[in-house]
Nanobody, 125 residues
Framework: QVHLVESGGGLVQPGGSLRLSCDYS????????IGWFRQAPGKEREGVIC???????YSADTVKGRYTTGRDDAKGTHYLQIDRLKPDDTAVYYC???????????????????WGQGTQVTVSS
């Protein structure tokens, strides 16, 4: 059974940094791209950044330069690093797995095959 579990969310002050983790099991990572999506109150869920199994990364223009993602080999997890946090970053963040064959569309929620349950990130002073 596939499981994706996010952790690391919380309350952060503007300008701060945060690292979210995605722990996964039940599927072969070589066949999937891991993406991060967020959904702010009253807004649609949007893809922000993703990484394919071969290391190619894709990110939304709105987060370039502040969001990075990768694999933490020591922990066997993926991470989302967010720097220079803004109040507009407040959202529920989801880890997601999309088939590697659709890696260039891994920011599109229509191609997601597995979702995590989400973790809340609140940016406020």
């Amino acid at each position: 059974q596939v499981h994706l579990v996010e952790s690391g969310g919380g309350l952060v002050q503007p300008g701060g940094s945060l690292r979210l983790s995605c722990d996964y099991s039940g599927f072969n990572l070589e066949n999937f791209a891991i993406g991060w999506f967020r959904q702010a109150p009253g807004k649609e869920r949007e893809g922000v950044i993703c990484i394919g199994s071969r290391g190619s990364t894709y990110s939304a223009d709105t987060v370039k330069g502040r969001y990075t993602t990768g694999r933490d080999d020591a922990k066997g997890t993926h991470y989302l690093q967010i720097d220079r946090l803004k109040p507009d970053d407040t959202a529920v963040y989801y880890c997601a797995a999309s088939p590697q064959i659709f890696v260039n569309r891994c920011l599109n929620s229509n191609y997601v095959q597995h979702w995590g349950q989400g973790t809340q990130v609140t940016v406020s002073s």
